[in-house]
């Protein structure tokens, strides 16, 4: 078949293959295999210097590492929600907002040493909304090949979500480094070999080795001494020793995740925007960053990033306020009723926690505390990670706490709280559905920023949820490797310019 614009397929008419969604696999830390191409194994590393990241336990999955470092994305996104180039190196949209024609980068190799074209990223996009359509490739029309190097995607109405889309696809297996196998398992120790740079240049990490413990403690101290070169995770309280300790440099960055508190609208209780409020008033999100996070992270005012370019920064958190929080369950017909052996209460509510995270249970903890004392008694449950999926998917809960996937751009916001027909949380919650799909239809960045700031205030005013705390993650370098200037993003993304240390002449 020619590839001069060659029309490759009618979304219209494709049966969607559903399995997790990426959105859940994300947010549980699935690894989602089936979310990457793999190509063929080739022969072991080359001779160099390894550079060595140790895992904190054997039960950490290591695909998404894995994906991180090897795969080359096809657009990226910044903490400020722009879109920048990867593999994708520019692109045009028509007057009406419904043709994009994207250019790829010249010269762009996979792992197999196969030059990719057009046609290859117009596949993966194929692949990917067959797999599960992101809200960005809801309105794709049909996808045309032009030449090697260019591909158009056609709409069937303006969507200011597909470049985010892009960013969140599948990407291409092109990256700095490649797995010594295919498939790499979740439990796995793989190693990662240096590939030359785009103008052949060797890799100045020449294969990436990790290495699992059995503790964050025996981790950490394998970092001090010289035995691993990046601790992949700082717990809270190896942190502030790893920051004093000579030649460690520890480099934290926000995760575009919020802790939350979810709600179940469809309880009868919880259809009370009144109760919704009330609940966000009584609980201290100060005491659950300093007693529960080691301070690490940022409070948060809702899922909308204050990062964010079009982001409403005047919004604030909402304030504890407990006695606030108790005239508004009287107003909402809640008032205090006698109780048993745990006192007054006004509305019992089970809370389900992923039985994987010690710190969800803690917090889990505090917010029972908080709630009790203005006459919500909320009961943690524990439940393995299937199950908390099976059960948030169906809508059998009253409250769940995860840390919930936001973004650096809308499209988390699209897939969690707007009409997306994929949702994975049957919460119930419809008040921002509108707003959301003003953003998505937005054609010009001023709409975008007043339907972005609607969002923004819906969700605060009527909210579906206790929006906690943006979720900080820190990150350990030994002293064999310098690293480039901190940006805020995760350092992992630039593993490719480490260089090693030049060794210190004679004193």
Same mark, same amino acid.
């Given at each position: ?29 699935? *690894? ?34 894995? !994906?991180?470092?090897? /795969? $080359? +994305? ?23 907002? !419904? ?79 490649? +797995? ?12 990662? #070999? %240096?590939?030359? *740079? ?27 001494? @010289?035995?691993? @070169? ?17 030649? &460690?440099?520890? =480099? ?11 709600? /179940?609208?469809?309880?009868? $209780? ?14 201290? =999100?100060?005491? #659950? ?9 940022? &409070? ?36 205090? =009723?006698?109780?048993?052996?745990? %006192? ?34 909320? !009961? ?15 809508? /059998? ?28 949380? /049957?919460?119930?919650? =419809? ?53 480039? +200037?901190?940006?805020? !993003? ?18």
């Amino acid at each position: 078949m020619s590839t001069s614009s060659a029309v490759l397929t009618s979304c219209t008419a494709r049966a969607a293959r559903r399995r997790v969604p990426w959105l859940l696999c994300l947010a549980l830390g699935l *690894g989602g295999a089936a979310c990457e191409r793999t190509s063929a194994v080739r022969a072991g590393p080359p001779a160099g210097a390894p550079l060595t990241i140790g895992l904190t336990s054997g039960s950490i999955d290591v695909r998404p590492l894995v !994906r991180t470092l090897t /795969n $080359a +994305p096809l657009v990226s996104t910044g903490p400020d929600g722009r879109a920048a180039p990867g593999l994708l190196q520019r692109w045009t949209v028509s007057d009406d907002g !419904r043709t994009w024609e994207f250019t790829l980068r010249a010269g762009v190799v996979d792992h197999d040493g196969n030059r990719v074209t057009a046609r290859d990223i117009v596949e993966l996009v194929d692949d990917q909304i067959a797999y599960e359509a992101l809200a960005g490739l809801l309105d794709v029309d049909r996808l045309e090949v032009v030449d090697d190097q260019r591909f158009r995607i056609h709409l069937r109405a303006p969507s200011s979500l597909l470049l985010e889309a892009l960013t969140l696809t599948r990407a291409v297996p092109a990256g700095p480094f490649r +797995p010594d196998r295919s498939p790499v398992e979740a439990d796995s120790s793989p190693t990662l #070999i %240096g590939q030359p *740079g785009p103008d052949g240049t060797a890799p100045t990490v020449t294969h990436v080795i990790f290495r699992r413990y059995d503790s964050p403690r025996s981790a950490w101290a394998a970092l001090l001494r @010289d035995e691993i @070169d990046l601790l992949h995770q700082v717990s809270g309280d190896a942190r502030p020793f790893l920051e004093r300790e000579p030649g &460690i440099e520890v =480099r934290p960055f926000l995760r575009p995740f919020v802790l939350t508190l979810g709600l /179940n609208v469809a309880h009868p $209780a919880l259809r009370s925007t009144l109760v919704r409020v009330a609940l966000n008033h009584a609980v201290d =999100r100060r005491e #659950i960053l300093e007693g529960d996070l080691g301070g690490h992270g940022e &409070i948060a005012t809702g899922p909308v990033s204050l990062r964010h370019w079009a982001a409403d920064r005047s919004v604030t958190p909402y304030a504890y306020d407990p006695a606030l929080a108790s005239r508004l369950l009287d107003e909402a017909g809640l008032p205090m =009723r006698p109780g048993g052996a745990r %006192g007054p209460s006004r509305l019992e509510l089970t809370c389900l926690v992923p039985d994987d995270s010690p710190t969800l249970e803690r917090v889990a903890l505090r917010l029972q505390r908080s709630l009790h004392a203005v006459g919500v008694h909320l !009961r943690p449950l524990p439940v393995p990670p299937g199950e908390f999926e099976t059960r948030v998917q169906a809508g /059998n809960f009253d409250a769940y706490l995860m840390t919930v996937l936001s973004g650096h751009g809308p499209s988390a916001l699209y897939h969690m709280w707007g009409p997306y027909p994929g949702r994975w949380v /049957n919460h119930g919650y =419809r008040a921002a559905e509108p707003a959301l799909e003003e953003l998505r239809r937005a054609a010009t960045d001023e709409a975008f920023a007043r339907a972005l700031q609607r969002v923004q205030r819906v969700l605060i005013d009527d909210p579906p949820a206790v929006f906690l705390v943006w979720d900080e993650v820190a990150r350990a370098v030994g002293r064999r490797f310098v690293v480039p +200037p901190g940006t805020g !993003r995760d350092i992992l993304s630039g593993l490719a310019q480490w260089r090693p240390r030049e060794p210190e002449g004679p004193t």
